[in-house]
Nanobody, 129 residues
Framework: QVQLVESGGGLVQTGGSLRLSCSAS????????TGWFRQAPGKEREFVAA????????YYTDSVKGRFTISRDIAKNTVYLQMNSLKPEDTAVYYC??????????????????????WGQGTQVTVSS
């Protein structure tokens, strides 16, 4: 089994930056397509960013384009989410997810929660105004 652990969350002021990490451990055989999602209190979990198995393709929800960057270090089995120019509306629990089951195309990314089979426990990001 593969386990995902997020880290890097915290409290930051408006305009500040944080870098989230999602580290995979366990029976990790290769890089997996990975996504970041977030869930604010009383709201549904929403897509934030995704990266392909190769790391060559990425996709972002409109509200974070130009502010967030997803990347991966395949040797470290880690995916990052660099978040700059943070806003109070970015406050949420951030989850990373990986598509471990199946044989995805090397340059494909996934946008839907149902497309991912492995999830981390989440890390809280709070942006104060």
């Amino acid at each position: 089994q593969v386990q995902l652990v997020e880290s890097g969350g915290g409290l930051v002021q408006t305009g500040g930056s944080l870098r989230l990490s999602c580290s995979a451990s366990g029976r990790v055989f290769s890089a997996y397509p990975t996504g970041w999602f977030r869930q604010a209190p009383g709201k549904e979990r929403e897509f934030v960013a995704a990266i392909s198995k190769s790391g060559g393709n990425t996709y972002y929800t409109d509200s974070v384009k130009g502010r967030f960057t997803i990347s991966r270090d395949i040797a470290k089995n880690t995916v990052y989410l660099q978040m700059n120019s943070l806003k109070p509306e970015d406050t949420a629990v951030y989850y990373c997810a990986a598509k471990v089951i199946g044989v995805p195309l090397i340059n494909r990314y996934y946008l839907q929660t149902r497309e991912y089979d492995t999830w981390g426990q989440g890390t809280q990001v709070t942006v104060s105004s």
